[in-house]
């Protein structure tokens, strides 16, 4: 299996930044997954990364380092929508999640 | 409307009563996935499908079944449930992208307790 860690909680006020740190151990060509998961939701797509380097869709932003085995997700101007458990997964067609982080963003 | 459906979305069942959970997708999707989320423990992949007859394991296999008979349906058999086996279930599906899935869609998730 593949070990990815994530950390378990953040908190953040309404239009801050908060940058959400994965790393991973594994090997082979595979791509990196971010998903949003709302309380008693589906998990939704948010950005994948194959290539290192910063990928940045509205205000999500996702990097990859695959020598450093290292990704982050940097969710700007924080909205109380934005409130959720973010998953970062690893893999090919076999999929590895982390545990999620749990963003709480406050007024 | 583009969806992943689950059938049913809440079952509560008793041990060693066989039980099928359905999934099925109106998107062409080559790629079909189960998933269980436990707390603490975040989704772990049970099984696979890259094509119609085409399934492998995923982290965690024991105790399920899954076939492929039709590219639009995934179902989840649990032949003899345990109380282990509780937990919420998504059914995920996607096209195949370069080496890799792309863009997974979730179901709804099914809710199964086994007394």
């Known amino acids: 299996g593949q070990n990815i860690d994530q950390p378990t909680e953040m908190t953040a006020t309404e239009g801050a930044i908060v940058q959400i740190n994965c790393t991973y151990q594994t090997s082979g060509f595979n791509g990196l997954f971010w998903y949003q998961q709302h309380a008693g939701e589906a998990p939704t797509f948010l950005s994948y990364n194959v290539l290192d380097g910063l990928e940045e869709k509205g205000r999500f932003s996702s990097f990859l380092s695959r020598s450093k085995g290292y990704s982050y997700l940097l969710l700007k101007e924080l909205q109380m929508k934005d409130s959720a458990s973010y998953l970062c997964?690893?893999?090919?067609?076999?999929?590895?999640f982390g545990a999620g982080t749990t963003v709480t963003v406050r007024a | 409307e583009a969806q992943v459906t689950q059938n049913p979305r809440y079952l509560i069942t008793v041990t060693g009563k066989k039980l099928t959970v359905t999934c099925s997708q109106n998107?062409?999707?080559?790629?079909m996935s189960w998933y269980r989320q436990d707390p603490g423990l975040g989704l772990r992949q049970i099984y696979y499908s890259m094509n119609v007859e085409v399934t492998d394991k995923g982290d965690v296999p024991e105790g399920y079944k899954v076939s492929r008979k039709e590219k639009r349906n995934f179902p989840l058999i649990l032949e003899s449930p345990s109380p282990n086996q509780t937990s919420l279930y998504f059914c995920a599906s996607s096209f195949l992208a370069r080496g890799s899935t792309d863009t997974q869609y979730f179901g709804p998730g099914t809710r199964l307790t086994v007394l």
């Open positions: 997964a690893w893999g090919d067609y076999k999929l590895s």
């Open positions: 998107m062409n999707h080559e790629y």
